[in-house]
């Protein structure tokens, strides 16, 4: 399966670059660069992921000057970790042997807090 989502890294990308507003998840967080949603398959019991709405298949190949894209991160991260009162979190990206899908995308978790996943 790994092996035929990286054959379909270029779709996958557009499809996150170009017609993001036809991935069905509820959005916790949009802006022009980035989108952020509960992951479809939580392993904590806060889990959300953060995807570029560009073509980047992994952080090796992101443009470290596209500060856009660092604010808005930076940005939704702390507004999620505000608004579901995240007393300690992490935030994580996959790189390598590591990363299972062929899309930048980071892992914002925590397994403490009062919160309730609500993947819808």
């Known amino acids: 399966m790994k092996k035929l989502l ?10 996150f670059a170009c017609m993001s507003f036809i991935i069905p998840v509820k959005r916790l967080r949009e802006t022009d660069t980035l989108m952020a949603f509960y992951h479809p398959k939580p392993a904590y019991p806060f889990h ?13 190949q992101l443009d470290p000057r596209d500060s856009v894209f660092f604010a808005d991160l930076y940005s939704a991260v702390q507004s999620l970790v505000d608004e579901f009162k995240l007393p300690a979190y992490r935030l994580i990206v ?3 042997e590591y990363q299972n ?13 009062t919160f309730k996943h609500a993947n819808v």
Request: glycine content about 10%; charged content about 10%.
């Open 48 to 60: 959300v992921l953060l995807v570029p709405k560009k073509q980047i298949a992994s952080l090796k």
């Open 94 to 96: 996959n790189g390598g």
């Open 6 to 15: 990286w054959t379909l890294a270029p779709i996958i990308g557009w499809i």
């Open 101 to 113: 899908f062929p899309h930048l995308h980071f892992h914002l978790i925590s397994d403490v807090g």
